[in-house]
Protein backbone atom coordinates (compact mmCIF):
# COMPACT_ATOMS: atom_id res chain seq x y z
CA UNK A 1 0.00 0.00 0.00
CA UNK A 2 1.03 3.58 -0.56
CA UNK A 3 0.05 6.59 1.42
CA UNK A 4 0.00 10.35 0.55
CA UNK A 5 -0.50 12.58 3.80
CA UNK A 6 -2.35 16.48 2.58
CA UNK A 7 -3.98 19.05 4.17
CA UNK A 8 -0.47 20.93 6.09
CA UNK A 9 -0.62 24.61 6.46
CA UNK A 10 0.03 27.90 8.45
CA UNK A 11 -2.17 27.79 11.09
CA UNK A 12 -2.07 30.83 14.61
CA UNK A 13 -1.69 29.67 17.81
CA UNK A 14 -5.33 28.63 18.82
CA UNK A 15 -6.01 27.82 15.64
CA UNK A 16 -7.38 24.35 13.68
CA UNK A 17 -6.08 22.28 11.08
CA UNK A 18 -7.08 18.69 9.76
CA UNK A 19 -4.22 16.42 7.58
CA UNK A 20 -5.35 13.20 5.83
CA UNK A 21 -3.55 10.15 4.78
CA UNK A 22 -4.85 8.85 2.22
CA UNK A 23 -4.28 4.65 1.02
CA UNK A 24 -3.50 3.63 -2.40
CA UNK A 25 -5.56 0.27 -2.00
CA UNK A 26 -7.21 -1.89 0.68
CA UNK A 27 -5.72 -2.05 3.95
CA UNK A 28 -5.87 -5.47 6.29
CA UNK A 29 -7.74 -5.02 9.44
CA UNK A 30 -4.77 -5.90 11.43
CA UNK A 31 -2.59 -2.83 10.04
CA UNK A 32 -2.69 0.47 12.33
CA UNK A 33 -2.67 3.75 10.56
CA UNK A 34 -0.23 5.82 12.75
CA UNK A 35 0.45 9.61 12.29
CA UNK A 36 4.49 10.40 13.38
CA UNK A 37 5.99 14.37 12.95
CA UNK A 38 9.11 15.55 13.35
CA UNK A 39 10.33 19.24 14.31
CA UNK A 40 13.56 20.43 12.85
CA UNK A 41 16.41 19.33 14.70
CA UNK A 42 14.43 16.96 16.92
CA UNK A 43 13.62 13.10 16.13
CA UNK A 44 10.38 11.72 14.77
CA UNK A 45 8.19 11.19 17.17
CA UNK A 46 4.76 9.19 17.71
CA UNK A 47 1.69 10.98 17.45
CA UNK A 48 -1.52 9.47 17.13
CA UNK A 49 -2.81 6.15 15.53
CA UNK A 50 -6.00 4.00 14.65
CA UNK A 51 -6.46 0.61 14.63
CA UNK A 52 -7.87 -0.22 10.77
CA UNK A 53 -10.37 -2.89 12.25
CA UNK A 54 -12.01 -2.30 15.08
CA UNK A 55 -11.08 1.79 14.92
CA UNK A 56 -9.55 1.84 18.63
CA UNK A 57 -7.28 4.64 18.63
CA UNK A 58 -4.16 6.00 20.89
CA UNK A 59 -2.54 9.27 21.23
CA UNK A 60 0.69 10.82 22.55
CA UNK A 61 0.12 11.83 25.70
CA UNK A 62 1.65 15.86 24.11
CA UNK A 63 -1.72 15.81 21.92
CA UNK A 64 -4.98 13.70 23.70
CA UNK A 65 -7.59 15.76 24.11
CA UNK A 66 -6.46 18.06 21.30
CA UNK A 67 -6.39 15.43 18.18
CA UNK A 68 -8.59 13.47 17.45
CA UNK A 69 -7.38 10.43 14.41
CA UNK A 70 -10.83 8.72 12.60
CA UNK A 71 -10.70 6.96 9.63
CA UNK A 72 -13.00 6.72 6.49
CA UNK A 73 -12.89 2.93 5.41
CA UNK A 74 -14.89 3.50 1.92
CA UNK A 75 -12.20 5.97 0.85
CA UNK A 76 -9.27 4.58 2.46
CA UNK A 77 -9.10 7.82 4.36
CA UNK A 78 -7.49 8.39 7.89
CA UNK A 79 -7.89 12.08 9.26
CA UNK A 80 -5.80 13.80 12.07
CA UNK A 81 -8.11 16.85 13.05
CA UNK A 82 -5.92 19.25 15.18
CA UNK A 83 -7.36 21.54 17.69
CA UNK A 84 -5.90 24.44 20.02
CA UNK A 85 -2.49 24.21 18.48
CA UNK A 86 0.30 25.50 19.75
CA UNK A 87 3.63 26.34 18.02
CA UNK A 88 5.25 23.30 19.71
CA UNK A 89 3.25 21.25 17.48
CA UNK A 90 4.93 22.45 14.32
CA UNK A 91 6.37 20.44 12.15
CA UNK A 92 6.25 17.99 9.27
CA UNK A 93 3.76 15.00 9.84
CA UNK A 94 3.96 11.25 8.22
CA UNK A 95 1.21 9.18 8.19
CA UNK A 96 2.55 4.92 8.12
CA UNK A 97 1.02 2.10 8.28
CA UNK A 98 1.69 -0.93 10.46
CA UNK A 99 1.63 -1.40 14.18
CA UNK A 100 1.00 1.18 16.70
CA UNK A 101 3.56 3.77 17.63
CA UNK A 102 6.49 2.03 16.43
CA UNK A 103 8.95 3.62 13.98
CA UNK A 104 9.58 0.50 12.55
CA UNK A 105 6.43 0.84 10.07
CA UNK A 106 5.37 -1.06 7.03
CA UNK A 107 4.83 2.16 4.71
CA UNK A 108 5.86 5.81 5.61
CA UNK A 109 4.00 8.43 3.43
CA UNK A 110 5.42 11.45 2.21
CA UNK A 111 5.21 14.25 4.84
CA UNK A 112 2.69 17.41 4.92
CA UNK A 113 4.34 20.50 6.89
CA UNK A 114 2.34 22.64 9.95
CA UNK A 115 3.81 25.50 11.17
CA UNK A 116 1.39 27.23 14.03
CA UNK A 117 2.61 30.83 14.17
CA UNK A 118 2.66 32.51 18.02
Known amino acids: VQLQAFGGGLVQAGGFLRVSCSAS????????INWFRQAPGKEREFVAA????????VYADSVKGRFTISRDKANKIVDLQMNSLKPEDTAVYYC????????????WGQGTQLTVSS
Open 96 to 107: AAGQVATLRQNT
Open 25 to 32: ERILSSTA
Open 50 to 57: IRWGYGTT
